[in-house]
């Protein structure tokens, strides 16, 4: 075996406005699907009484454990 130095990991410091946008952005988008998959029900929808939305989700409502029925 040789002798050899070894090297540390450093952490590296990244600002708060570098993340803020991505962390708004993430939390905006689970939001969105979040009312997409567990709240929108048809009757109650805010894109008028349209069951489009509940229909194209159903599957993973149930999967996700959301009641819809």
Same mark, same amino acid.
């Given at each position: 075996?040789?002798?050899g130095?070894?090297?540390?990991a450093?952490?590296v +410091?990244?600002? =708060?406005?570098?993340?803020?946008?991505?962390?708004?952005?993430?939390?905006?988008?689970?939001l969105?699907?979040?009312? /997409?998959?567990?709240?929108d029900e048809? +009757?109650?929808? =805010?894109?008028?009484?349209?069951?489009?939305?509940?229909?194209f989700?159903?599957?993973?409502?149930?999967?996700?454990? /959301?009641?819809?029925?």
């Open positions: 075996m040789t002798a130095t070894v090297t540390q450093r952490p +410091a990244i600002p =708060v406005s570098e993340t803020m946008p991505w962390l708004i952005g993430a939390l905006a988008i689970g969105l699907l979040y009312y /997409f998959i567990g709240i048809g +009757a109650t929808s =805010v894109f008028g009484n349209s069951m489009v939305v509940h229909e989700v159903h599957d993973a409502r149930h999967f996700l454990g /959301f009641p819809c029925h």
